[in-house]
């Protein structure tokens, strides 16, 4: 069962090349969090050592902030995505975009409990985990009498596993909810559900494992062992990439499947012709609001203890969110004159997408450069590469997401240094002990990001349009011309988000 599909991870994987590269970064570089010194990387491995007569026990305060973290994943996305989404398009589109946010999420949740944290989160090969965790098996130790233990980025810390569990539940199903934005106001429902099924199983579950899977800091008991543990971790983790909390896994991997909906939708009636404007900006900045808030646990929990690094990931989803604002008004203020709400809004998401990855990997310093390169370069997205394109693009997921993710993923290898302010990253798991600014290569861990950015993009791409074909080929992407114009809230779901 280990084996699952690794013909398929092999094939898809054009970028072999980037296993080797553990050699080029210093000490392994083995993207990391809470040590003495070094920087977090991201949300990570699950299974902790086999349970002993003194095993750790989890503390309440960490065990206290995973679940309001959790918490606040939910809340930015229902209702801060749905709301943010759905005052975007057109009001006879409203309550579609409502409806397939929060039934993608509620779909993708009971998937992740069923196979799809297994696949991402237990040991399997360097692509897909195995069925160890099928049906959550196993999260309840008869033997001991306790839930078992997950493990943190400390030795010697961890949480209970079944709260990291539903913690990464809600960034599978905000990672799926992210991709209805590009082909909103025309697909079908059905077809909605099915692709976000397949999608998930073959794209979202095995980005995850090559990103974030690991064999946890207690693991690395001597130096004789750590070869062999990290031949164990995912693809990506074993190449040095650092990703805090989804970068790659959530915006990349996300945009690159909106992307290739949008082009193989069709673009939507009266496209260019006809206005479609947003109907409700009100709403649309209650959205951002709301994923900003949210947010804050989405990247300060991705620490999963409540720590320094917690705090580091907080302070700068804060900064740099709050500088993409200011350079996404004065980009639109140098081209149009005017700054608007709804670029505010945008350039809000566009700063918290771009500091994800680099959240508790990078200095306050950093994290702000981030937020105000973002803000101009997702802005150029939306606006200049969206034409160059070609695609219907409704909500701009790949302007948004998938350019401000490439960003942040690529200048988390700059301002990780430590010579730029950055924490670095744990070079030696035994002791524990961090990269020193004379052995971190700023070109090195760039050349790692980049590796990692193109290898989620070849992944996604071919996956998604796989997807889409089989969607298509069984019960068809889109609705019908007459469906599309009168609306697909009422020709959908019967029902309308206004009653005049």
């Not at 033997?143 to 709260?163: L, Q």
């Not at 994290?367 to 409704?394: M, P, R, Y």
């Not at 996604?460 to 997807?467: D, L, N, P, Q």
């Amino acid at each position: 069962m280990k084996k699952l599909l690794a013909s398929l991870a092999l094939g898809l994987s054009l970028l072999g090349g980037a296993a080797g590269v553990l050699a080029q970064a210093p000490a392994a570089a083995i993207a990391a969090s809470e040590s003495a010194a070094p920087a977090a990387a991201a949300p990570t491995a699950i299974t902790a050592p086999p349970a002993a007569a003194s095993a750790p026990v989890p503390n309440k305060g960490d065990t206290a902030w995973m679940m309001v973290s959790t918490l606040l994943v939910i809340l930015m996305t229902i209702p801060g995505l749905a709301l943010f989404y759905g005052g975007l398009v057109r009001s006879k589109n409203m309550l579609s975009v409502l409806m397939q946010v929060m039934v993608t999420f509620s779909m993708i949740v009971v998937l992740w409990l069923i196979y799809g944290y297994s696949l991402a989160f237990t040991e399997g090969n360097a692509f897909f985990g195995g069925f160890d965790r099928l049906f959550m098996r196993g999260i309840w130790d008869n033997v001991a009498g306790s839930f078992a233990n997950g493990a943190t980025f400390s030795k010697g810390v961890v949480i209970p596993e079944i709260v990291f569990a539903a913690f990464q539940a809600t960034f599978a199903a905000i990672t799926c909810t992210l991709i209805v934005g590009a082909f909103a106001e025309r697909m079908k429902f059905a077809a909605v559900l099915m692709f976000m099924a397949i999608w998930f199983t073959f794209s979202y579950a095995p980005m995850a494992h090559m990103v974030w899977f690991w064999m946890g800091p207690d693991a690395y008991t001597g130096k004789e062992v750590v070869d062999a543990m990290n031949a164990r971790a995912g693809y990506l983790w074993q190449s040095g990439a650092l990703d805090f909390a989804g970068g790659t896994v959530v915006h990349i991997n996300a945009a690159v499947a909106g992307l290739v909906g949008a082009l193989m939708v069709g673009k939507r009636i009266g496209y260019g012709k006809e206005s479609m404007a947003p109907h409700s900006l009100t709403l649309t900045m209650v959205g951002a609001a709301l994923l900003w808030v949210g947010w804050f646990g989405f990247n300060a929990g991705s620490a999963l203890e409540a720590n320094g690094f917690a705090a580091l990931a907080f302070i700068n989803t804060l900064g740099a969110t709050a500088a993409a604002v200011l350079a996404w008004c004065v980009g639109e203020a140098l081209m149009r004159g005017k700054a608007s709400m709804l670029g505010a809004a945008s350039g809000a998401v566009a700063g918290l997408v771009a500091i994800t990855p680099a959240a508790g990997n990078v200095g306050i310093g950093g994290g702000l450069v981030i937020g105000l390169a973002a803000g101009f370069a997702c802005l150029w997205g939306v606006n200049g590469l969206k034409k160059l394109l070609g695609a219907d693009d409704s909500l701009d997921v790949f302007g948004v997401h998938g350019i401000g993710g490439i960003l942040g993923a690529l200048l988390t290898g700059v301002f990780n240094s430590p010579s730029l302010g950055g924490p670095g990253f744990v070079a030696d798991w035994v002791t524990a002990t961090g990269v020193t600014v004379a052995d971190y290569s700023i070109v090195s861990q760039v050349w790692i990001q980049a590796k990692a950015v193109l290898t989620t993009i070849v992944w996604s791409g071919v996956v998604s349009f796989i997807a889409y074909k089989v969607v298509d080929m069984t019960i068809g992407l889109r609705v019908s011309e007459e469906d599309e114009r009168q609306g697909l809230d009422i020709t959908s779901h019967g029902e309308t988000a206004y009653n005049r």
